[in-house]
């Protein structure tokens, strides 16, 4: 009985069932760590210009004006 089962299992079988295993996981790794950084950019430009605003570094008008520019 054990020996019909090991007649028909091929050696590389399970290395290659162990490299697709591992490259999923090592996809799931980076598409994690990626996750982060490609959506959301802590230096986009309404960020910046809150932040110099907070500063004191521009005014409410300009401000504004540079605001309603970015949204165009």
Known sequence: MIDIFWANFHPFAFIFFLLIVGLFIANMVMW?????????????????????????????????????????
């Open 32 to 72: 994690r760590r990626r996750r982060g950084t490609c959506f959301h950019n802590p230096y986009d430009a309404m960020t910046i210009l809150e932040n110099r605003l907070a500063r004191g570094e521009i005014s409410k008008e300009e401000y504004q004006e540079v605001k309603e520019t970015l949204k165009r």
